[in-house]
Antibody, heavy 122, light 106 residues
Framework: EVQLVESGGGLVQPGRSLRLSCAAS????????MHWVRQAPGKGLEWVSG????????GYADSVKGRFTISRDNAKNSLYLQMNSLRAEDTALYYCAKDMGPLFPGSAFDIWGQGTMVTVSS | DIQMTQSPSTLSASVGDRVTITCRASQSISSWLAWYQQKPGKAPKLLIYKASSLESGVPSRFSGSGSGTEFTLTISSLQPDDFATYYC????????FGQGTKVEIK
């Protein structure tokens, strides 16, 4: 079964850091680009960051540039998001999503995880 | 940045109705557009990619059309399972989502 499972979310104070993980299974992980997408409570979807199959191309939304770092470990079939200097407006459900192709910039997202909640509050 | 605007924001319809949702891009995105369905508490599900290509396993009552700056998602005969929120997404230049269209029971 094709699956993405996120972990690492939680309650964190403003200015602190958090690292999200996404474990992939059921497909050849290193054949595809991967992304993080977030959804604030009751709001729409926002693309956060993406990475090509070989980590050669990476991109970030302006809202997180300089604070968040995406990475992947193809040997472990895992995607990561290091989030530093967190702000209240980063509070959201963070989804891991699989691109339909290997490149960045790429394509649509055909597989999504169930998300991990990040709450930034004092 | 490319902005995506969906209309309407909310749509009330009955089972069996033909439903159309519109998505407009702030500049041309060719056919680099996808549609997603999201139900409460669930992850988004890909319905349509490249403006009109139906994702595997998605019922044929869903269809997409358009190119350039104007796109539509059509549900030919609304089923009870289709009441959800729908998002368009451009992937011509990075990725941007529309604000969503909630399809409610009339």
């Amino acid at each position: 079964e094709v699956q993405l499972v996120e972990s690492g979310g939680g309650l964190v104070q403003p200015g602190r850091s958090l690292r999200l993980s996404c474990a992939a299974s059921g497909f050849t992980f290193d054949d595809y680009a991967m992304h993080w997408v977030r959804q604030a409570p009751g709001k729409g979807l926002e693309w956060v960051s993406g990475i090509s199959w070989n980590s050669g191309s990476i991109g970030y939304a302006d809202s997180v540039k300089g604070r968040f770092t995406i990475s992947r470990d193809n040997a472990k079939n895992s995607l990561y998001l290091q989030m530093n200097s967190l702000r209240a407006e980063d509070t959201a459900l963070y989804y891991c999503a699989k691109d339909m192709g290997p490149l960045f910039p790429g394509s649509a997202f055909d597989i999504w995880g169930q998300g991990t909640m990040v709450t930034v509050s004092s | 940045d490319i902005q995506m605007t969906q209309s309407p924001s909310t749509l009330s319809a009955s089972v069996g109705d033909r439903v159309t949702i519109t998505c407009r891009a702030s500049q041309s995105i060719s056919s680099w557009l996808a549609w997603y369905q999201q139900k409460p508490g669930k992850a988004p599900k890909l319905l349509i990619y490249k403006a009109s290509s139906l994702e595997s396993g998605v019922p044929s009552r869903f269809s997409g059309s358009g190119s350039g700056t104007e796109f539509t998602l059509t549900i030919s005969s609304l089923q009870p399972d289709d009441f959800a929120t729908y998002y368009c997404q451009q992937y011509n230049s990075f990725w941007t989502f529309g604000q969503g269209t909630k399809v409610e029971i009339k």
